[in-house]
C-alpha cells in the first residue's frame, strides 16, 4: 500500500503538481514485516517441541485466500488463516479445507515434492496442529530455520507475523495466543519473485519454494538468555563477550563456565539485560587441523544455555590471512546448499552436510564458501566440527534495487539474522555482503553501510563481498572496485578459460591490484558433463573443465598475493537458466562431483593441488 502511495505521489512531482507541504519523497524504508521477535540464538539447546512432519498444504496461486476480487486484502476471518472448514458444515459456502488437504513434508522445497510444483512461484498455504501446555512463568516462540521467500504466519485463527527472506530464521512469540491443548498454526508461503527483493528476480539458483527448515515451538523462562557473544581477545589472552538477557528482570546474577578451561566468572546484567565478561584464558586454539571446541555453559538466575565454542583469531597482515596469527591459505570450494544426490532439492541438518562438507574434505579443502545465502545452521555447525573454515554470505546477488530503502532494510535484516546466528561460530571467518553487483553510487552507499552494519555488529571478522574483475587489456587484470576501500580481502570472482576466453587465456595473463590486501578469488570454473568426454577444446567434456583448473592453477601460482580460493563449485545445482537438453538439463554443469556424487576429473587435479603461499 506504502508503495502505491509513493508511486502516485511521485507521479504528481513528475506532473509538476506543487504541493504547499512538501511531503517526503523518498519511499518507505519499512519492509512490512511484523510480528517478529529478537532472534533466539542457539535455539538447538532450548526446550523446545518439532513441528516437522507432514503438513497440510495447498497451492493457491491467485492468493484467493489472502486477497478479494478487487486485490484488496481481506478482513482477517475471511482469509484462509480463519481455518474453516467445508465438511464441518455443509450449510456454508467455504471453498477451502485444510483438513482435507494433501500434504507437504516439512522442512522440505515444495519444488521436488510433486511434480506439478517443480516450476511453481506463488503461494502454498500450510497448516500444522500441534498440542502445548504452556507453564505459568515461561514464554512461548514459534520459531522458522526459513522458509522462501515470504511467510505471514498465523495462529489459532489470526495472522501473527510476517518475515521477508528465505535463508534465515525468524521466531514469533505466541506466549498470549498459545492455548492449552490443541493449536494450529497456518503459514502462507510465498516464493514470488519481486524485482524489489533480496535476491531480486535474476539469479542462478533454483527458487525452491516452502517452509525449508526445521519448525520449534520453543519454551524459555519469562527472562531468559536471548544471545551471547563468547570469542578470543584479539591478542590470544583472554575470552571476552557478553550476554544477553530478555524479559521483566533483566538485572540478574550471570555465571560464564568453561570447566576444562577452569572458568568460572560471575557478573551481573544490567538494567537492560547485558552482562560483559573478560577472563584471562589460554585455551587451544581452533584451526582446520585440530578443529577443538569447548563445552560452555551460560546461566542466569532464571535460564541457563549450553553450547561448543572454538576459539581462534582472524585477522589480516598485509596480503596475508592470518589465523591465530600464523599465516593460512584457504583451499576452499564453493557450495550451493543443495541435497547431495537425486532428486536434488533444498538440503537440510547434519546429514546432508556431513556429505557435502566430506565430499569438500575429499577435495582436500579447508574452507567452504556457502554461497549465496547463509546456509542451515547445521551446515556451519558440522563445518566447524570438521575443521572447515566458512565464508558466510546474504543473497545481495547481481542487481537488486540499491535505491529502495525498504530492499536495504532487508538486506540488513538477513544480514543481522545471519550474523547473530553465526556469531559464536569459531569456523566462519568471512561475512560476505555481496555476490557480483556493479560499480554504481547507489550501490557503493548500500553496501559500504551493511559493510558498516557487519563490523558494528561483529568488530572480530573479516568482511567482504565477491567482487567482479576488470580487464585492463587483453592479457592484464585487475578488480577496480571502490569497494575495496571498505572491505578487508579483495575478493572477486574470474572465469578466465570459460566466459573470458579458453583455457590457455591463462597462460597469457598478468594480474594487479591496486591495494595491498589478501587476495580471495571466490569463483572459478566451467562445465562438464560426468562421462561426457572429448577433446580438451570440446565445452562440457570432463577434459574442458580438467584442463582448465590445471590452467588455472597455473595462473594462480603466480598470484603473490593469492590467499584463498573457492572454485565453482563442488557439485552440479539447479538451476533455471542452463538449457542445454542432454548435457545441462536444468543443471549448472560447473561441479566436480555430478548431482549424484560421481567425480569428475578436474575434482582429482584440484584435490591433488597444493597452494603456495608466497
Ligand atoms: C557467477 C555467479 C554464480 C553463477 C556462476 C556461473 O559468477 O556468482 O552464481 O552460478 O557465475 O556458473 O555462471
Redesign the pocket.
Known sequence: MKRIIYLAFSCLLVLGVSCAQQADPVPPADDGCFGLSAQIQNVGSREKVSLDGNWKAFIDQYETGYYDYRRNPMPDAETFFADRSFHADRTKLVEYDFDTASELRVPGDWNTQRPELYLYEGTVWYRQKFQASPRPGTRTFLYFGAANYEAVVGLNGHPVAKHLGGYTPFNIEITDQVRSGENAVIVKVDNKRMFEGVPTVN???WNYGGITRDVYLVTVPETFIREYSVQLSKDRSSIEGWVQLDGPAPAQRVSLDIDELGIHEPMTADASGKAAFRVAAKPQCWSPSDPKLYDVRISSETDEVRDRIGFRTIETQGTRILLNGEPIFCKGISIHEEIPAPPSGRANGEADARILLGWAKELGCNFVRL??YPHNEAMVRTAEEMGLLVWDEIPV?WTIQWENPATYTNAEHQLTDMIIRDRNRANVIIWSVA??TPRLPARLEFLRKLIAKARELDGTRLVSA?MEKENLDEATLTVNDELLEYTDIISF?Q?VGW?DGDSDKCDRVRWTFPVEKPVVIT?L?G?AKFGLHGDRTERFTEEYQDYLYQKNIGMLERIDALAGVSP??LKDFR?PRRFLPGIQDDF?R?GLYSEKGERKQAFYTYRDWTPTLH
Request: aromatic letters at 24%.
Open positions: 539469479s542462478d539458483w554461497a549465496h546477488y555476490n557480483e565477491a570472482n572465469y566466459y569463483e570454473g562445465g565453482w563449485i538451476s549448472n560447473k
